[in-house]
Each structure stands twice: as structure tokens, then as C-alpha cells.
């Protein structure tokens, strides 16, 4: 049973920077596919960000987060982590990190096989 573990979140002003960490229960992280979603409550979790550590490595960002967000991995250390820049009231959300054995449909949440509990971001103008 894989455990994701998400931490970082928090208040920060519009135009800051936070940094989320997702600490992952696995004996090697680099055979997961690694995301981050996130939720505003009465909407669909929104996907944001996505790492494949397989053969065709890629990383891959939801439109309304590219050029501000970054995901990385140290699969050594089996944590992801979401470098989030430039942040905007709209960015409000609870962050989740899923892990997933493929890389198929990385961008559809229930594609996921496993989650976190989630971490609160507040971005205030």
C-alpha cells in the first residue's frame, strides 16, 4: 500500500512563491508516475502538474499553470515536489499528490491509483 504524505502549503500573498513536498511510502519512487491536482470545493479536481520517471521521461503542466509551476523528483529521497511561482487568488485550492503506474491519461484524476490527504494553499490579493 503506497501512502503519499503532501506538506508546504499555507497563506502566502499574490505574486509569492510556495513549495509542496510530497513524501511517498514506496521503495522506488521512480517506478511511479507522479501528480498534483488540485480542488476548490463544488468543482472537479483540476490536474496541475505531472512526472514520468519511465524510459520516455517527461513532465507535463495544466494550461492555467504553465510557465509558473515546476515539478520535480528526487526518487532517491521518493519525494515530488511543486515549485509554485507567481501565484494568483485563483490558485487557491487544497493540493493533492497522486501516484499512478503509468503514464496513460496522467491528466484525469481517476486514473490515479493512489492519493494524499491534501494541503490547503490561500493566495491573498
Known amino acids: 500500500q503506497v501512502q503519499l504524505v503532501e506538506s508546504g502549503g499555507g497563506l502566502v500573498q499574490a505574486g509569492g512563491s510556495l513549495r509542496l513536498s510530497c513524501a511517498a511510502s514506496v521503495r522506488t519512487l521512480s517506478t511511479y508516475g507522479m501528480g498534483w491536482f488540485r480542488q476548490v470545493p463544488g468543482k472537479e479536481r483540476e490536474f496541475v502538474a505531472f512526472?514520468?520517471?519511465?524510459?520516455?521521461?517527461?513532465?507535463a503542466y495544466g494550461d492555467s499553470v504553465k510557465g509558473r509551476f515546476t515539478i520535480s523528483r528526487e526518487n532517491a529521497k521518493n519525494t515530488v515536489y511543486l515549485q509554485m511561482n507567481s501565484l494568483k487568488p485563483e490558485d487557491t485550492a487544497v493540493y493533492y499528490c497522486?501516484?499512478?503506474?503509468?503514464?496513460?491519461?496522467?491528466?484525469?484524476?481517476?486514473?490515479?491509483?493512489?492519493w494524499g490527504q491534501g494541503t490547503q494553499v490561500i493566495v491573498s490579493s
Open positions: 512526472s514520468w520517471s519511465g524510459g520516455n521521461r517527461f513532465y
Open positions: 497522486a501516484a499512478k503506474y503509468s503514464s496513460i491519461r496522467y491528466g484525469n484524476w481517476d486514473s490515479y491509483d493512489y
